[in-house]
């Protein structure tokens, strides 16, 4: 297995993974030796994968979407596709890494759902049990993974689920099929998650969902108990701090591409939004 890096036009490196033999859905597992250095990087970047990595020993930090996360194993990490993150003056790093393509979630629609909700918790502390469960389900995936028999892919499907509800219980959220990832705001919550371009207005999105502004709004702070205008908001400021913390874009050239036509704006609104200004947060996270 080996994972590949994009250059630019990409502004943050982008990794994407590579197995050998290509009629097999993409998926790999091992421990970070095996995974290859690219399990340890140390500079910022992100996947076109789901990444699950059990920490079982070292010290550092790993950082996710710039929040840093100080190594005290055991840990469970999930990693989105598009989240930039990194380790961090790591020494001493041990325990098993989970790569997996979008193509995992096809047949299981319902595992995404379970991902989507636990992606709000990306860093979950571990009792010494709850790894050692962890550390064997995802030996027998490695196993299951080597030995390649067949319909080999379905029982790491199911070895996936059987991780997902674990660290489900893990993160303390509901399990089972109450849920309210079927009303609207989780549909804007996934559009939101999924914008490739800046941010839309409220009234925007609320058409694209084929709603009205009021439902929306209505929906959305019945559920997360924040407007739409502030998760747009936080969006907006996450994209920001993508690109400055992990790209050489200049302070105008990230305004630019998250949409507002004056950088002196832009700043003023990033130090409103985070009481840094840009070129302050890129001194700090570089």
Known sequence: MTTATLLPPDPVPLHRLCVPRPDTVPVAVGDFDSIGPESRAEYPHRHTFYEVVLVTGGRGEHVIDFDRHRLGPP?????????VHYWRDVTGLRGRVLLFSEAFFIARPADRRIWRRLAHRPWLALTTAQAGQLDSLLGQME????????????????????????????????????????????????????????????????????????????????????????????????????????????????????????????????????????????????
């Open 75 to 83: 840990h469970l990490g999930l990693i989105t596709p598009g989240q």
């Open 143 to 286: 196993a299951e993974h080597r030995a390649a028999g067949s319909d080999f892919v379905s029982v790491m499907q199911a070895f996936l689920h059987v991780l997902l509800v674990r660290a489900t219980r893990v993160a303390g959220a509901a399990s089972g099929g109450r849920e309210n990832d079927g009303s609207v705001a989780q549909r804007f919550s996934r559009l939101l998650a999924d914008g490739d371009g800046p941010p839309e207005s409220v009234r925007e999105y609320a058409d694209r969902l084929g709603v009205s502004a009021g439902h929306l709004c209505e929906a959305v702070k019945t559920v997360t108990g924040r407007t739409p205008g502030q998760l747009i908001r936080e969006s907006r400021i996450l994209q920001a701090r993508r690109l400055l913390g992990g790209t050489d874009l200049t302070v105008g050239q990230v305004s630019r591409r998250l949409g507002f036509a004056d950088p002196a704006y832009f700043c003023r609104f990033f130090r409103r939004e985070t009481g840094m200004t840009p070129t302050g947060f890129r001194r700090v996270v570089g």
